[in-house]
Structure formats: structure tokens, C-alpha cells
């Protein structure tokens, strides 16, 4: 608007301006934009309205509507105009003189809101500078938007839910079939109570089992927010159209450093915006900080309105994230993978059908249902982003996040997935775009660059940008940071132009920090337990669809079965007392090898899929159930090759009569079959805690050799200070006194030194060895357990 307003401006009534369900009120002083550019004041749909359609301004004369030179026409009573005076109530249409897009346009003759003349004093705030673009506001639910529906209150309880049957139908996936009810206790007091929902009822953003309920709250449920006005709840459907406002995000590393450095930016409705910046700027901390997961040590983000940071456990259910990496498993199939992740982030009581359903309309939408059957690690690098993009757009978020999703692909594939990302972000959603490629950004509505330090040095059309950097290309742009390390980038912005006109005024008014409340842990899209049918069907599709990796687990108990067998033992495991001293060297490799199996099998499985991990975490998936899924199909096929290594490397060899309590095979089948299980523990437990899947092959030599030495045939740990109690912490060690006890080891081949207690062929002594094992089992799971429960979003 202008930076003032005659008489004759303030003389004229406030334009009421209705599209479709929206209604806004138009003050007289300035121009108000009608398109499809979200930053446009009056934002329309339909892709016949051109991205910039029409004007609406107020002279003079009252309030004129301009075609902006649009390509499909403004129509008027069936012809097309140019221009025209809006007198009274008039209706145009947009795009095509029968069907286009409504535009109903009234004069408000109502008494304008003005004070009485005052020389001496400053504008009022309608008439102040208003640089263009103007950005659009910044909502909350209620605050200026007309609501989705208005429910009248039933005078005892109201029903909300997926179900037809409810009072209120919500046809949104992550709600519960029947969710939660809005009770009347009596006048005036009201309550709402969830109805065992799996993605929780939210009240003012903290997820409630039951709390009051009045007009000064907020409920949110899946996608949808009420507001209680009277006798009415008001809904308002979140269908896309939401700004973000990032406000002064500052974060901080433990040691003080700052690694950004009080960014801030509006994100306007269904925009595309790309953050770009050298090496080491921030980009990545940035993108932590505004969805989340990693929250900023100062400062807020705004989503509609609402504080992120407090808020977090409702909305993140509305935000998509889609990292560098592969954050589906890349041998299943498109279709196959989806299913998975649909199960996980879809409440136990949807249908199968629904879930297909969904899947097939993100794959239609995506333009991947010639791919549906593909395994995704053979598509091209531009189809397993999209199957990428898919994953998250299965719960249809509002905002959707990607960092580097052009990294590595060639410029026809880059340009390809950035034009994907305008359209996916015109059509009703907001994404932002980590990228270091800078070939395509005109595919942007918005660019943002950061500098080294975390600080903002340019916000606002890409258009623009090189002309504010006075440099032809980026390339220069970034050699100037380099060579200019002390030059002030970000000062140099806020004073300009485009900072006033992109940033602060959309900033003026948003301000006001709210404390982040700490958050509920994820809550669980299924019951437990259909998380652990779901991740245990999974873990065996992916098994499955690796016919090298099952060639290799049925191969190797047979090659290391067979290496227990061609050791020389003539006696095998029996024979006189002190006769037989070849039987502690079969046993021991018969130790050694349940103990790398076990080990081998689990290493690598937890920290190869951490990316996956983190953001089903972040989604909702339990740790533990995670964790119980590897467990269970690990240690099934563990023990499976434990009872292989048994049966090939001694079935044919002379056995002793019985073992401490039963035949000598099924025992040793019993304490071999533990050893495995409990080393494949500490294999987990080793995955979760490395920062690659590069270390774990060394850690893997470490680990077996150390069980070799441990496992007391090797070296007699009996009387070793030191050496003989970090034994107790090896699975080997017990395992090993298991077997012994069973064979009577002590006896058939008697050490020079004193005999080992834990060899003692005596039931309590085989019962205790097999009960030390299973407890360092229990402590290695916990351990595992809590590194992963770790790998959640930060909280501040």
C-alpha cells in the first residue's frame, strides 16, 4: 500500500472479497493481488486463474478490478473486461466466463473504525508502508478464516471420528475410527475425552486422555482443529493452507559456538522455497530447527499461528520430512515398501483397503504407478526421490521438508524433481528445499541463503537474488563469501529494500516467545503389537528379497559346522577320565563359532538402516518394539544356525552317555543356541551404537577374537586377576562353561592347573552358566534399547 491515505481512500468502504469458502476484508489504500502465487492476497486454485490474474485497488472513485493480463480472461456477466468499477455487489469470474472462479465482491458501508481527526498524529496502521509483495499473514484456527463446518453442540455428548456413524466424520487416515467424544457435564462446562485414539486427542497442543474444554482452548485431532464458540464447535480442516513464520532462530552448540545466528523469514501458503549457502552455513541446522526435530536454542517457529516448539506433539503430524538418504528399504518394492510405512503410520483400525487406496492415490499423484512393482534400489536416482516423497505424503502433511533431494543426480533428473516440488507445493502444501544446486531455483517462489555463521544474507525472490549480490552467477555470489570472511552479508540485507518488502513486514506482529513444553514420547500410529507384526513382516520381506544375504546365513553354519568336523579328535567328546584332550579345542570352536554367527548376523542391522529408524522414530514407531523385531527374527535365525553348527560339527563324532540332565546333543543345541542369541545381543548393541556400518567390521574382528580368548579353553582364565573377571562380561565364557558341563570337559581331558567351577558337570552349575548368559543378554538389549530410545527429536 502507500506510505499514506487522502480523505478520499479512507472514505471508502472495506471490500468483502469471497473465494470458494474464504472471505477477506480489503481495506482501502493500495493494490490487493488475485492469482495463484501464494503470496498473492486473494489466492485462487484453479489452474485456468493465471499465477497473477487480476487487481483489485481502491481510487478515487471507490473500487476497480483490473485484469493483470491474464491468459484465460476476467468475465463480468459473460464478458470479458479489462477493467471496471465495482459498484455495489458484483460477481466476476475468473478463467472462464460460465465455470471459472467465483470472485464475489461487496462494499462494507458499515461505519468505518476511524479516529477523530488528528493532525499531530501518525496514520493510522491501515495507512502505513506497505511494501510489495505483501505476504500473507500469519493464522491461527479461528483467527480471520472462515471455518471448514460449524457442528451445533449435542446436549450430552458429541462423537468425533473416521466412522460415517460419528457425529463428526473426519475422513483423515490418522484418525481413529471412533476417536474421542465432546461431553456436556452441565452449563457451561464441557469436556473432551479420547477414546483410546492411536494418534492421540490434543488440547492447546498437549495430548489429554480427558481434560475441560472451553472457548479459550484449542482441540486438535488428525488434521483438524476446533474451537468451541457458544453452543457451536467450529472445525478448521488444515488442507495446506498454512504459513510458517520463523522467528530469530539462534542455535547454540553445548561449547557456545553459533552455528545460526537470529534467522528469520515468512514462508507464504504453497510456496516452494530453496535455502542455499556454502559448506558449513547452517543449512542443515536450519532445516533441524524448523521442522522440530532439532529444535533452536533461541527463538520460535510459527506454523499458522501456533508455536511449533510448544505445540510439537500435534503437529509434527503435519510435517513431512524426507532426508539425503533412502528412508525406505530399497529391495522391496514401491508398492510393497509403501504398504509397510502406511501400516506404521496409519491407526490399527484402518482397513487394508483404505491403506491401498492411499498408496495408490500418492503413486498416481507422483506419477509412479508403472513403478509400483519395481524394487526401488532398481529405479533411477529421480524415481527413488520421488518414492521418497511419497512415503511422507501418505499422511498428507502440510509442510514438506527435503534436504539435498537433487544430490548426485544429473542436471535432466535435477530440473525434473524441482519442477515436481513446485507442483506438489502449488498444489496444496508448503516445501522447503535443502540444496546445493543452484541450476533451477526460478522453479522457486522463494530463496533463502545463508553465509558462514548461521546468518541470513538474502530472503526473497530468485530473481532477485543475484541482482542484490550485484554478481552474474552463484558461483560468484559464493566465491565472495569466501573471499570476503569478515564482510557483514546479513547486516547488508536488513538494510535493504527487499528485507523490508520480504521479510519484516510480514514479521511486524508476529512476534511473542512461547516456552516449549517437554513433550510426550511419539505416540504409537498402531497398538505394539501390530508394530511388531508389521516390523517383523518387513524385516523378512527385506531378508527375502536378498537371495545373496540368504545364501550367505544358510552357508555359513555349513562351512563353519564343517570346520568343527575336520578338527582331529579321536575320541570326539568322550572317553575315560584324562584321556581325551583333543575335546576342548572342538569345543571351543564350536564356541567361537556360535559367538561370530551370532555376532555377524546383528552387527551391521541397526546402523544401516539409521536413517530409517530415525524418522519412523520421529513418526511415532516405539524403540522397543523396533528392537523386539530384530530380536525376534534374528534370533530365530541365529538359533537356527546354532542348531546347524551342532548337528554338522558333532553329530558324527563319540558322544558321552547323557549331560547334566538330558542327551548330550539337545543340551549343547540348547547352550549353543543361547550363545548365539546373546552374541547377536552385543551385535545390536554395537549397532546402535556406531556412527556407520564402515566400523562395524573392524569391531566385529575385535569382538570374536576377544570371545575366543575369553571363553576359558583357549587360555585357564581360573586364577588370572583382571583377565578372569572381564571374562564374566563375555558371552563366550559361559557359553563355553555351559558346554563343558554338559560334556564333563574336566573330567575326560583334566586341566594341569585347578579345574574350572563353571565346567562342573552338575546341573545347578550347567543352569547357572545358561542364566549368566541370559542376563548379560537382558543388560546388552537394555543398553541397545537405550541408544536407540536416544535417536529421537531433541526437545529444547
Given at each position: 500500500m502507500t506510505a499514506g491515505a487522502s480523505a478520499d481512500s479512507l472514505a471508502t468502504p472495506v471490500l468483502v472479497v469471497r473465494t470458494g469458502d474464504r472471505v477477506r476484508r480489503l481495506r482501502p489504500g493500495g493494490a490487493y493481488r488475485v492469482g495463484r502465487d501464494p503470496a498473492a492476497e486473494i489466492r485462487v486454485d484453479d489452474p485456468r486463474a493465471s499465477w497473477h490474474h487480476a487487481l483489485l485497488r481502491a481510487g478515487p472513485g471507490g473500487w476497480m478490478i483490473e485484469d493483470g493480463g491474464s491468459s484465460n480472461g476476467t468475465f463480468f456477466e459473460g464478458r470479458r473486461i479489462q477493467r471496471m468499477a465495482i459498484d455495489g455487489e458484483c460477481s466476476f469470474r475468473l478463467g472462464n466466463a460460465t465455470d471459472g472462479v467465483l470472485l464475489a465482491c461487496v462494499a462494507d458501508v458499515r461505519p468505518q473504525q476511524q479516529p477523530p481527526p488528528q493532525p499531530q498524529s501518525p496514520p493510522q496502521s491501515h495507512s502505513r508502508a506497505q511494501p510489495q509483495p505483501r505476504p500473507r499473514p500469519v493464522r491461527g484456527p479461528g483467527g480471520g478464516r472462515e471455518p471448514s463446518s460449524v457442528i451445533r453442540v449435542a446436549p450430552l455428548a458429541l462423537r468425533i471420528g473416521r466412522a460415517p456413524g460419528n457425529d463428526v466424520v473426519l475422513p483423515d487416515l490418522v484418525v481413529s475410527r471412533y476417536h474421542a467424544e465432546l461431553r456436556t457435564l452441565g452449563p457451561g462446562r464441557r469436556e473432551i475425552v479420547d477414546l483410546g485414539s492411536h494418534n492421540g486427542t490434543y488440547v492447546n497442543g498437549v495430548r489429554v486422555e480427558s481434560a475441560?474444554?472451553?472457548?479459550?482452548?484449542?482441540?486438535?485431532?488428525?488434521?483438524?482443529?476446533?474451537?468451541?464458540?457458544?453452543?457451536?464447535?467450529?472445525?478448521?480442516?488444515?488442507?495446506?493452507?498454512?504459513?510458517?513464520?520463523?522467528?530469530?532462530l539462534t542455535v547454540r552448540t553445548p561449547e557456545g559456538k553459533v552455528i545460526l545466528d537470529g534467522v528469520g523469514f515468512p514462508i507464504p501458503e504453497r510456496s516452494l522455497v530453496a535455502v542455499i549457502g556454502p559448506s558449513g552455513a547452517g543449512k542443515s541446522t536450519l532445516l533441524g530447527a524448523v521442522t522440530g526435530m532439532r529444535p533452536a536454542s533461541e527463538g520460535t517457529v510459527r506454523y499458522d499461528g501456533r508455536d511449533l516448539y510448544a505445540d510439537y506433539d500435534e503437529l509434527r503430524h503435519r510435517i513431512g520430512l524426507v532426508p539425503q538418504e533412502d528412508i525406505l528399504h530399497t529391495r522391496l518394492a514401491t508398492r510393497q515398501a509403501l504398504l509397510f510405512a502406511a501400516e506404521l503410520r496409519f491407526p490399527g483400525d484402518t482397513r487394508k483397503e483404505e491403506r491401498r487406496g492411499r498408496v495408490d492415490e500418492v503413486l498416481a499423484e507422483l506419477g509412479l504407478t508403472a513403478h509400483a512393482g519395481t524394487r526401488i534400489d532398481r529405479l533411477s536416482g529421480g524415481q527413488r526421490k520421488r518414492v521418497s516423497v511419497a512415503l511422507e505424503l501418505l499422511t498428507k502433511p502440510s509442510l514438506l521438508f527435503l534436504d539435498e533431494p537433487t544430490s548426485g543426480l544429473d542436471p535432466g533428473l535435477d530440473k525434473t524433481v524441482m519442477e515436481m516440488l513446485g507442483e506438489l507445493a502449488h498444489d496444496g502444501r508448503t516445501v522447503i528445499v535443502v540444496t546445493h544446486s543452484v541450476a533451477n531455483l526460478d522453479a522457486c517462489d522463494r530463496l533463502l541463503v545463508l553465509v558462514p555463521g548461521g546468518r541470513l544474507a538474502y530472503y526473497g525472490p530468485p530473481g532477485e537474488g543475484l541482482e542484490h549480490f550485484g554478481k552474474?552467477?552463484?558461483?560468484?555470489?559464493?566465491?565472495?563469501?569466501?573471499?570476503?570472511?569478515?564482510?557483514?552479508?546479513?547486516?547488508?540485507?536488513?538494510?535493504?529494500?527487499?528485507?523490508?518488502?520480504?521479510?519484516?513486514?510480514?514479521?511486524?506482529?508476529?512476534?511473542?516467545?512461547?516456552?516449549?513444553?517437554?513433550p510426550?514420547?511419539?505416540?504409537?500410529?498402531?497398538?505394539?503389537?501390530?508394530?511388531?507384526?508389521?516390523?517383523?513382516?518387513?524385516y523378512l520381506a527385506v531378508i527375502a528379497s536378498d537371495r545373496s544375504y540368504l545364501v550367505l546365513l544358510g552357508v555359513m553354519p555349513l562351512i563353519l559346522g564343517g570346520l568343527i568336523a575336520a578338527i582331529p579328535a579321536p575320541r570326539g567328546l568322550a572317553g575315560p577320565p584324562g584321556t581325551n584332550q583333543d575335546a576342548a579345542a572342538k569345543m571351543m570352536v564350536l564356541v567361537f563359532a556360535a559367538c561370530f554367527a551370532g555376532t555377524g548376523n546383528a552387527v551391521r542391522e541397526l546402523v544401516k538402516?539409521?536413517?530409517?529408524y530415525r524418522r519412523e522414530r520421529a513418526?511415532?514407531?516405539?524403540?522397543?518394539?523396533?528392537?523386539?523385531?530384530?530380536?525376534?527374527?534374528?534370533?530365530?535365525?541365529?538359533?537356527?544356525?546354532?542348531?546347524?553348527?551342532?548337528?554338522?560339527?558333532?553329530?558324527l563324532v563319540d558322544r558321552p552317555a547323557a549331560g547334566t540332565f538330558t542327551a548330550v546333543l539337545p543340551e549343547l543345541m540348547l547352550s549353543m543356541?543361547?550363545?548365539?542369541?546373546?552374541?547377536?545381543?552385543?551385535?545390536?548393541?554395537?549397532?546402535?551404537?556406531?556412527?556407520?556400518?564402515?566400523?562395524?567390521?573392524?569391531?566385529?574382528?575385535?569382538?570374536?577374537?576377544?570371545?575366543?580368548?575369553?571363553c576359558g579353553a583357549l587360555v585357564r582364565l581360573v586364577g588370572l586377576p583382571g583377565l578372569e573377571q572381564l571374562a564374566w562380561l563375555s558371552p563366550s565364557r559361559w557359553g563355553m562353561g555351559a558346554a563343558a558341563a554338559t560334556i564333563d570337559l574336566d573330567t575326560i581331558g583334566p586341566p594341569p592347573a585347578d579345574p574350572d567351577p563353571l565346567w562342573r558337570h552338575d546341573p545347578g552349575v550347567w543352569l547357572a552358566d545358561m542364566g549368566i548368559a541370559a542376563g548379560l543378554a537382558v543388560v546388552f538389549v537394555a543398553a541397545a534399547w537405550w541408544r536407540l530410545n536416544r535417536l529421537r527429536p531433541r526437545r529444547r
Open positions: 475441560p474444554f472451553s472457548e479459550s482452548d484449542l482441540l486438535g485431532i488428525g488434521h483438524a482443529t476446533f474451537r468451541l464458540v457458544g453452543e457451536e464447535l467450529r472445525e478448521f480442516v488444515d488442507t495446506g493452507d498454512v504459513s510458517v513464520s520463523v522467528q530469530d552474474e552467477s552463484w558461483a560468484e555470489v559464493f566465491q565472495a563469501f569466501d573471499r570476503e570472511p569478515d564482510r557483514d552479508w546479513a547486516a547488508e540485507f536488513r538494510a535493504s529494500p527487499r528485507h523490508a518488502r520480504y521479510v519484516a513486514y510480514a514479521l511486524n506482529g508476529q512476534g511473542g516467545v512461547t516456552d516449549a513444553r517437554t510426550v514420547p511419539p505416540p504409537a500410529q498402531q497398538s505394539r503389537l501390530g508394530q511388531l507384526s508389521t516390523l517383523c513382516r518387513r538402516e539409521r536413517t530409517i513418526a511415532g514407531l516405539s524403540a522397543g518394539v523396533y528392537l523386539m523385531s530384530k530380536l525376534l527374527v534374528l534370533g530365530l535365525i541365529t538359533g537356527l544356525q546354532a542348531v546347524a553348527l551342532v548337528l554338522i560339527g558333532l553329530v543356541g543361547l550363545l548365539g542369541v546373546v552374541s547377536m545381543t552385543l551385535g545390536l548393541l554395537v549397532s546402535a551404537s556406531v556412527g556407520s556400518s564402515e566400523k562395524t567390521l573392524p569391531l566385529l574382528i575385535v569382538l570374536s577374537m576377544g570371545q575366543l580368548v575369553l
